[in-house]
């Protein structure tokens, strides 16, 4: 196993053995690539979960071998060879087709064939040795005139039959085949018959009438055409020639051109190839297509849901949340610097009542009752006409505060489930609305995690990609978020707490029952007074956790409590003590980190440490800023070809990257629009989150559609 893994990611195999022990030993990915390098050899995060997956694959391989074997061996038809070959077989695709052959079938035309007693004279046909008689006389005895094998013909046909599936199941030919589809194959999509003017059929007009090269077709064109056909309006089919391939099967599979039964042979040939082998193909190909779009998808969903989460967050700042409206009003909730909840409104300063003078008395109100620092604007409907009645009411009553636009995808989810009645039971659900909205700007992390990552909107087709293999990526780029910034104890949600290594919702549940009946944890060590919390999950957790203003400086750290110990050696070492230490670079760079080394405490252990120490809790995200929309861009209306605005990248493809220039309508910047040379990778370019200046080369007003560029 651990020889496979080492060749499969090209990593040294005690380095493997090592990662494999630690994780099959409880410890969690996050802990073991901050806490455990001299063990691992420094192994990322990245390195870590691709040896975890791989030893996941491994365990599914060996489980489904122990059924293959179980269930051909019931069958009396285990052989020593097949059970080498099944045993040595190092990939699921190959050990379904040695199983094919033994897999329990429905009643097929072969099948039933064999029930009438036609197997031996398959095999005599399979065999192609001299018959030394007449065909007619190699037939006759299996012909029972009074049952279902009425004549020779009969008995033919149903022999050809078993013939015929017998070579269809063969694992090279299937492989061979496969391959040559994935080379010669073309994909085709063809819109279906009374489906093309329905209204639902619009958005794949492009797959009406498309062919594809099989090896070259995009993923996101593979999902786009299977969501057609979810939906009933595509019909998607392999077309493969196959000229070439049925001669060289042929010339394969009827190998004694002499053989009495040579002429029927090379029919069934055409027969197997026809009705069995390319419908096999198709499905493999359209199944492998899929599959590869799925990881191709989920990939760029991990990606972008990453740089959602680490995005810059405004801080601890008195924040006023505004849920926009037309007919029932905006929703206004006001937050302290912690996130807590503090008051709420309701104005109407957009049509149909444009009641913008008492609106703004109640705007005015709040910021000045609850000294609001930031107003974050919910970025859906009514949003711009909301944002210009605050920068104007800003603007005209010289207001110290800053408006940010914020997206609001998820919110509305967010506000009607449980953990928000949870936290606030009395209040309107669109008032939770405009909370969360308010959060998002304070710490795009610690509120974002409260919502389905599905719902955030910075992914494409992710309901028709393999949800569980989704669900486990976005899990570990969550998870990877969290620990990457830390949490703070005394504040975090149970959502937020549930991400720290070693934790997990229940706990993270039992942490905040403890925290709010006896108070605040004064130290890391309290941690380990919560019920049930034990020393493993204190040592994976620990690390990541913060405590502000503790006794224990090193508290507020990314130093693991394990490592205290070097840090007062340190101090000694300078006749400091470790307040001192903490945020002085200029002190710490006088130490030689080879001094440190001692026992399990390597090299990369203490240079991870004097790091920490010259800027301990530093927040790993980039510094806040806000996108300013033009003030003349309101609705989709008001782009023209030719404008250059400022925007902020929502989402990224493999085709390109889609930009809220503020009208509703996100604009796409395509893959040859983002630079002056070849880009084969639009995130190399831009990530979600990025605030970007483009320039509008075509709006499509009959398909609410605006092409942007990064070239001008």
Known sequence: MVAAIATELGIPPQRIRVAIELLQSGNTVPFIARYRKEATGTLDEIQLRAIEDALERFELLQARKRTVLKSIDGQGLLTDALRQQIQQCGDMASLELIYLPFKPKRRTRAEIARQRGLQPLADQLMAQRSLGQSKTATLQPYVDASGDVPDCQAALEGALDIVAEQWSEDPPTRKWLVDQAFKFGKL???VKRGKKDETSADKFEQYFDRTESVKRVPGHRVLAMMRGVSEGVLRVQLHFDGTRELDELTRRLVQNRQFEFASELRACVQDCYQRLLIPATESTILQQLKEQADEEAIEVFGKNLRELLMSPPAGPRVTLGVDP????????????????FLDHATVFPTPPRNDTDAAGRTLIGLIQKHGVELIAIGNGTASRETESFVRTLVRENDLSVTSVMVSESGASIYSASDLAVKEFPNLDLTVRGAISIA??????LAELVKTDPKSIGVGQYQHDVNQPRLRKCLDRVVESCVNTVGVDLNTASAPLLSYVAGIGPKLAERIVNYRDSHGRFASRTDLTSVPTLGKKAFEQAAGFLRIRGGAQPLDDSAVHPECYRVVQHMAQRLGRDVNSLLGNPALTQTLSPEEFVEGEVGLPTVRDILAELAKPGRDPRSEFRAVKFSETVNAFEDVTAGMVLEGQVTNVTHFGAFVDVGVHQDGLVHVSQLADRFVSDPSEIVTVGDVV??????????????SLTLKF
């Open 188 to 190: 085709t999509s063809k």
């Open 439 to 444: 959060r998002r700007l304070q710490d795009p």
């Open 693 to 706: 200046r483009v320039k509008v080369l075509e709006v499509d007003a009959a398909r609410k559609r605006i």
């Open 325 to 340: 409206g037309f007919r029932t009003g905006c929703k206004l909730a006001v937050v302290d610097k912690t996130g807590r």
